[in-house]
Nanobody, 124 residues
Framework: QVQLVESGGGLVQAGGSLRLSCVVSGRSGSNYGMGWFRQAPGKEREFVACISWSGGSTDYSDSVKGRFTISRDNAKNTVYLQMNSLKPEDTAVYYC?????????????????WGQGTQVTVSS
């Protein structure tokens, strides 16, 4: 059984930064590909970023590329999302997800486990 817990969300001014964390627990938790997704009010949940289990491969949505960085520290069983140059349109609940695959996936239905989410609010 794999469990994911996100933290680090909050209120930040436009142009500011936040770092989200996702702690992974459970059997073989460090061998999962990981992804970040977000859902704004009235919108469908969308892909943000993903990273392979080794950390050697990453992928980003066009809307966050160059501003967000996904990373992982398997010794700490933790995945991070560093968010810089935040915009009001980044406001959403951010979710961490895990997939039992060596591949990188943008599609949320392919992920096997999900956290409860953490709220990020960017004010203008």
């Amino acid at each position: 059984q794999v469990q994911l817990v996100e933290s680090g969300g909050g209120l930040v001014q436009a142009g500011g930064s936040l770092r989200l964390s996702c702690v992974v627990s459970g059997r073989s938790g460090s061998n999962y590909g990981m992804g970040w997704f977000r859902q704004a009010p009235g919108k469908e949940r969308e892909f943000v970023a993903c990273i392979s289990w080794s950390g050697g491969s990453t992928d980003y949505s066009d809307s966050v590329k160059g501003r967000f960085t996904i990373s992982r520290d398997n010794a700490k069983n933790t995945v991070y999302l560093q968010m810089n140059s935040l915009k009001p349109e980044d406001t959403a609940v951010y979710y961490c997800a895990a997939v039992r695959s060596a591949f990188l996936y943008r599609v949320q239905r392919l992920y096997d486990y999900w956290g409860q989410g953490t709220q990020v609010t960017v004010s203008s």
